[in-house]
């Protein structure tokens, strides 16, 4: 291995921030990117958050979405480390996106309000993470508002998200009472003054019993912080980074994003434990990040919106060795050579075509419909890296074609759409019929809306009442074929040409789950 391959892949902190919409995301990587000196004023990030305002106008979303390429990933140096946060869609109607990105990172901070606590969204994430034994460091945020105590929300942080916690920081008070942290990692004391820009400063505390802290935090708020310490010395367990990095601990820190309060106490935390590009499993073999061959695999679709300019910007994951501009990569699945005169990189906010890029980091190819999700790219080895699996849809519809003249065009969008993973796509066994399944309403309109203005097909929908695709398996073929037979109106192939049996209803899964119990059901197409 070369020494500089070892010496950047050591340096490479790669992560995605997850959260429900309004946790505090968008907020805490604009911190981020200060402390990286990467953007100087905060208010600076335009990222994938979607405007409130907006949700019903998928146009402005787009526009929105449009403008935030450059912030997929947000490249800065840190202390010697090169740190690449690549940013998700807050919009949960895009969620597909956000789970496929997940499989780019190889950690990930989740950010909690301390009001609201584990919302929805953030639940759902956290199965992708623990599917896949991601590293996890969660940000209890907005600790300035009145919010919930803090005790409930480890209890429903380990409940909810089904992972151990244990805090290296601990409120002193929260809302308008709120003082500061006491830094269990470190063992400080940092105090809070109401600030955009400021950054605390620590006190170093040797002992809690000190009387230093019942001057600096008043003596009933010390006397409850010693009480609190001392419970969470007794209930939860001493930080372990092994635990952590095999994605069974996740340490948990308590701030306010928005006054920059604890955020550089976990980007230092966060540098020193977080790990550096993983090895990754393929289909034929464990690829490590250090090995002299490139590999890597595409992520991401983004597409160009405006039909004068019919690109896409393909994102491209180094597994490992290294990426260069101009060499000649093998496509695996279409077995071309390719060559990339203009890879870009995401640097503070700027795009700017690039040289070489390493494990971990992120490339950004110019791309015209060479590119599936998934696609592997290699300097030569068949490598085919494992996709995340899909999920059951939350919504379905039949598509039709409502312009007879143009079904070539609608079958080639539907299909290059399905392959950049804008949704899902079944087609029932019983009719032929094509179902769409997307995670929200707003899917469907933009698959509307892009069938027309780049491939120049229209589509109508139209309702079919569904519940959840369920991919089938079973060890006894009759059983199989039997329940095939028996629910043939039922039945659908995935675009893998899979099994899937489309439930109307969750009593009607219910029961076949109890009439056929030799058919597995499967709400994700891994298993
Ligand atoms: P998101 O990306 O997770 O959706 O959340 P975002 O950072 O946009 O934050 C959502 C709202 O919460 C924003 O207010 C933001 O200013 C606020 N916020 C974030 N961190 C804190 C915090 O530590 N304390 C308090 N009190 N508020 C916080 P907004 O009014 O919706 O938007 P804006 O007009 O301020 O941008």
Redesign the pocket.
Known sequence: MSEELAKEIKKRRTFA?I????????????KLLLFGGAIHVA?AVK?N?IK?TATSDWMEIEKQRGISVATSVMGFDYEGYKINILDTP?HQDFAEDTFRTLTAVDSVII?V?VAKGVETQTRRLMEVCRMRNTPVIIFV?????EGRDPFDILDELENELKIKVTPLTWPINIGAKFKGVYNIYEQGLDLFTPSKQTISERIEIDDVNSPLVDELIGESDAVKLREDLELIEGVYPEFNEQSYLEGKLAPVFF?????T?GVKELLDCFVKIAPSPKPVVAEERMIKPEEEQFSGFVFKIHANMDPNHRSCIAFVKVCSGKFERNVGYRHIRTDKVMRFAAPTAFMAQKKSVVEEAYPGDIVGIPDTGNFKIGDTLTSGEVIHFKGLPSFSPEMFKYIENADPMKSKQLEKGIRQLMDEGVAQLFTSSFNGRKIIGTVGQLQFEVIQYRLLHEYGAQCSWEPISLYKACWIESEDQDALDAFKKRKHQFMATDKEGRDVFMADSNYVLQMAQNDFPKIKFHTSSEF
């Open positions: 921030i959260s429900h919409p309004d946790a505090g995301k968008t907020t805490l990587t604009e208010g990222s958050k409130k807050g950010v309000d945020n907005k600790l300035d508002r701030g306010s994003a928005l006054n309060f």
